[in-house]
């Protein structure tokens, strides 16, 4: 059903971490079950540990999925995993499905910071973003990712949102949510939702906030750092992280990975 392709470690070794290493590319094989129903579909693969292509290898994890089998319905369940490498059942039974696209150069940063916090990431900024246009960090290429998302966005049981668009317009974001899964609600109530799921109340929230996940991961490494899951969560808080030569960089790969989609990121 998969295909695995090791790389060269010579080229990645520097992108990897002690608890995320011996990168991998998988590659859906089986497309019986093929979501963009177009024949030529070519699915696009992800960068992966090669130990049990896991999240984080050599240190104890909770058995997630179990986890997520046994709760009850229904049920919220998150994945940075891109179309391929998820379950077929969600495009032959088809539960709902919403999918957050956000800016590269924004998710870089972002990732940047939880790459060195919770994988245990010790190189530097240049070898980090190297990898992102090398597409060799995990869970790469992060573009295509999301270019693949967009392409079966007509279908029925898919929501495609773009992170800036709930940063900005909220209220307009969660009446096209509430549309989607059918649901009604009076003006106090959609106030309330949308203070609840304002940035800098969810990151007072433990649960939003993942302090036991961030807690659990640094115990396992071994590390204890004051960093928060939720950072920031601005728009374009790249220009104070990310060099400018890399900017220019980043900018060039993502119109070059976009040719031939009209899919287009929110800036």
């Known amino acids: 059903m998969f295909r695995y392709n090791a790389l060269n470690r010579d ?10 290493e011996n990168f991998m590319e998988v590659h859906l094989e089986d497309t019986a079950v093929n979501p963009t129903g177009d024949s030529s579909w070519k699915p696009v693969h992800c960068i992966m540990p090669s130990r049990v292509c896991a999240f984080i290898s050599n240190i104890e994890k909770p058995d997630t999925i179990g986890k997520v089998e046994k709760m009850p319905r229904p049920r919220h369940i998150k994945s940075h995993l891109p179309l391929a490498l998820l379950p077929k059942q969600l495009w032959t039974v088809k539960p709902k499905i919403v999918y957050t696209a956000r800016n590269p150069k924004d998710v ?12 245990g990431f010790q190189g530097s900024q240049e070898d980090f973003l190297d990898g992102i246009l090398a597409d060799k960090i995990m869970y790469c290429p992060q573009i295509k990712h999301a270019t693949e998302f967009w392409s079966i966005s007509h279908l029925d049981h898919l929501l495609f949102l773009h992170y800036e668009d709930m940063k900005r317009h909220l209220p307009e974001v969660l009446q096209k949510v509430c549309r989607f899964f059918g649901k009604s609600y009076i003006k106090p109530q959609l106030d309330g939702l949308e203070k609840h799921l304002m940035f800098d109340t969810m990151k007072d929230n433990n649960a939003a906030n993942n302090r036991a996940l961030v807690a659990q991961v640094q115990s396992g490494m071994g590390i204890s750092t004051d960093f928060k899951f939720m950072r920031k969560g601005q728009v374009g808080s790249y220009k104070d ?3 400018e030569e890399f900017v220019t960089k980043l900018e060039e790969f993502t119109q070059y990975q976009l040719l031939g989609s009209q899919f287009l990121y929110k800036i």
């Not at 940063?109 to 790459?115: D, G, K, N, Q």
């Open 11 to 20: 080229e990645v070794k520097r992108f990897e971490t002690p608890y995320s």
């Open 108 to 119: 870089t940063t972002s990732f940047m910071h939880h790459y060195r916090h919770l994988q």
């Open 241 to 243: 992280e990310l060099p």
